[in-house]
């Protein structure tokens, strides 16, 4: 699903002249079929290590997977190429350990799949807490929920996402790594999380999983991640307090998704209703971003990986960032598991 969405990215920047698409893999020939649909790449393949191994690919793009990540990683990094990898990096966190010091050594430009930092809304947030408008931010509740992406829920979707050993767990690690990459993003590192989780659906990852999180800048806030049975609905919702006002934000992956929304509270003033077309227009033009016809925020993060490739500069959200929103998911494992409070990062 998620290289169909990158296909179409990708489409659109070999329109406009930024890259050529050479080739593209998959194991299933449906799979080729539907994304030579969605960009026309030269020729396909059964096997990705045709595309790492081309002559003419100068990039590999990983769209993969969690469980296939950690070689095809690798891989690219032998290759001496620079790389994009979808989130989760991969099933563990020695894994994820692994290929980010491959990453880290090979000086390669690498930008992980984290398109949340490319949403208007998302960014309008961090500005908020980075100039001090509201003041010193307090506390936060964030809550994640989405579809089961399985095809037990939703037909036709692939079902790996259910299966520890493809995916190596649920909700909180294969949705909600994008909320905890913002969390540490908008509030810095976190130093300790307690956690509980549970499998209602009956798989072996978890499909409710509940965070109290503590960041070292003194934040303090809950996560709730959820995969559920209502076909379609995938949403976030934020609220961030501060010491003079509060936020509350909606967001979907769709550019102009129905549900967005953004509210700013400030004493002795009228709630504002935040123009979400202006805001995100003025976002856009931020970027430098002429084309308005995409659907998903994952074309401004396929076009920003592409320009850092181009400039040979590092890309954000690189490998460092992402072991960061690893690392807390990890120590919230952990804590689920022993029952106690966990500090990210520690052994």
Same mark, same amino acid.
């Given at each position: 699903?998620?290289?169909?969405?990158?296909?179409?990215?990708l489409?659109?920047?070999?329109?406009?002249?930024?890259?050529?698409?050479?080739?593209?893999?998959?194991?299933l020939?449906?799979?080729?079929?539907?994304?030579?649909?969605?960009?026309?790449?030269?020729?396909?393949?059964?096997?990705?290590?045709?595309?790492?191994?081309?002559?003419?690919?100068?990039?590999?793009?990983?769209?993969?997977?969690?469980?296939?990540?950690?070689?095809?990683?690798l891989?690219?990094?032998? @290759?001496?190429?620079?790389?994009?990898?979808?989130?989760?990096l991969?099933?563990?966190?020695a894994?994820?350990?692994?290929?980010?010091?491959?990453?880290?050594?090979?000086?390669?430009?690498?930008?992980?799949?984290?398109h949340?930092?490319?949403?208007?809304?998302?960014?309008?947030?961090h500005?908020t807490?980075?100039?001090?408008?509201l003041?010193?931010?307090?506390?936060?509740?964030?809550?994640?929920?989405?579809?089961?992406?399985?095809?037990?829920?939703?037909?036709?979707?692939?079902?790996?996402?259910?299966?520890?050993?493809?995916?190596?767990?649920?909700?909180?690690?294969?949705?909600?790594?994008?909320? @905890?990459?913002?969390?540490?993003w908008?509030?810095?590192?976190?130093?300790?999380?307690?956690?509980?989780?549970?499998?209602?659906?009956?798989?072996?990852?978890?499909?409710?999983?509940?965070?109290?999180?503590?960041?070292?800048s003194?934040?303090?806030?809950?996560?709730?991640?959820?995969?559920n049975?209502?076909?379609?609905?995938?949403?976030?919702?934020?609220?961030?307090?501060?010491?003079?006002?509060?936020?509350?934000?909606?967001?979907?992956?769709?550019?102009?998704?129905?549900?967005?929304?953004?509210?700013?509270?400030?004493?002795?003033?009228?709630?504002?209703?935040?123009?979400?077309?202006?805001?995100?227009?003025?976002?856009?033009?931020?970027?430098?971003?002429?084309?308005?016809?995409?659907?998903?925020?994952?074309?401004?993060?396929?076009?920003?990986?592409?320009?850092?490739?181009?400039?040979?500069?590092?890309?954000?959200?690189?490998?460092?960032?992402?072991?960061?929103?690893?690392?807390?998911?990890?120590?919230?494992?952990?804590?689920?598991?022993?029952?106690?409070?966990?500090v990210?990062?520690?052994a």
């Amino acid at each position: 699903m998620i290289g169909q969405i990158h296909a179409d990215g990708l489409s659109k920047l070999q329109d406009d002249g930024e890259i050529e698409a050479v080739m593209a893999a998959d194991p299933l020939r449906s799979a080729r079929v539907a994304v030579l649909e969605n960009c026309p790449f030269g020729s396909s393949t059964a096997d990705p290590y045709e595309v790492v191994e081309h002559p003419g690919v100068e990039a590999v793009m990983i769209t993969s997977p969690t469980s296939t990540h950690r070689d095809l990683v690798l891989a690219v990094v032998a @290759a001496g190429k620079p790389l994009f990898c979808e989130k989760p990096l991969a099933p563990s966190l020695a894994e994820v350990g692994e290929i980010c010091d491959a990453v880290a050594a090979s000086g390669l430009t690498a930008q992980v799949g984290f398109h949340s930092r490319f949403h208007p809304i998302v960014n309008r947030i961090h500005d908020t807490v980075v100039s001090g408008e509201l003041g010193r931010p307090m506390g936060y509740l964030l809550r994640d929920d989405q579809y089961w992406p399985t095809g037990d829920i939703v037909t036709g979707h692939s079902s790996w996402r259910s299966q520890r050993e493809h995916a190596g767990g649920g909700a909180l690690l294969e949705h909600s790594i994008h909320s @905890a990459d913002i969390l540490c993003w908008l509030f810095g590192p976190t130093c300790g999380v307690y956690a509980r989780q549970r499998s209602l659906f009956g798989y072996d990852v978890e499909d409710v999983a509940a965070l109290t999180i503590e960041h070292e800048s003194g934040v303090v806030g809950t996560l709730l991640t959820v995969f559920n049975g209502v076909r379609g609905r995938e949403e976030r919702r934020l609220e961030v307090f501060f010491e003079h006002g509060s936020l509350e934000a909606t967001t979907d992956f769709i550019v102009g998704a129905p549900e967005d929304r953004l509210l700013v509270d400030r004493p002795d003033l009228p709630t504002e209703h935040v123009d979400l077309v202006s805001l995100r227009d003025d976002y856009f033009v931020g970027l430098g971003l002429d084309r308005r016809d995409f659907l998903f925020y994952c074309y401004a993060a396929d076009r920003n990986w592409v320009r850092c490739v181009q400039r040979r500069e590092p890309a954000l959200p690189g490998f460092a960032e992402a072991l960061v929103a690893h690392q807390l998911v990890d120590a919230a494992y952990r804590s689920a598991a022993s029952g106690a409070p966990v500090v990210p990062g520690s052994a």
